[in-house]
């Protein structure tokens, strides 16, 4: 997946954007639905669990997901990353207790690493 570069409106932040751009209402039928359970911002990254829920038969589906970004007053350009292809940037270990919570079994071995990796730094 490539780049998304949008425009802010004057009273966005990143983390407004960022949460207004991964929520989608549900419509049985017609659409599916996003919304945000769990972030967390990073100056140039933003971390978050979301849930999809399908139009079509309903069922729920969990997934972190690391959006890099740069931001100004006006634009924002990100780029969103699956938790499954092992990130490189790692998360906040606040955040990881939030993720083992909501998603206790990463998806494959690469997250499985990604998460050790972020849950491993050492906060001052």
């Known amino acids: 997946m490539g780049t998304t570069t949008a425009t802010m409106q004057p009273d966005d932040t990143p983390l407004s954007f960022l ?3 991964f929520t989608q209402n549900y419509e049985p039928g017609r659409q599916s639905g996003f919304r945000v359970l769990s972030d967390h911002i990073t100056p140039g990254a933003y971390f978050a669990v979301i849930e999809r829920t399908s139009a079509h038969d ?5 997934a972190c997901i690391v959006c890099l970004y740069q931001a100004s ?30 998603i206790p079994e990463p998806p494959n071995d690469w997250a499985y ?8 730094q050492i906060t001052f």
């Open 73 to 102: 007053t006006t634009t924002i350009t990100f780029k969103e990353i699956q938790e499954s292809a092992g990130p490189r940037h790692p998360a906040p270990p606040s955040f990881i207790a939030n993720l083992a919570k909501l």
């Open 19 to 21: 949460r207004r751009e």
């Open 58 to 62: 309903g069922q729920t589906h969990r």
């Open 113 to 120: 690493h990604w998460r050790t990796r972020s849950q491993a």
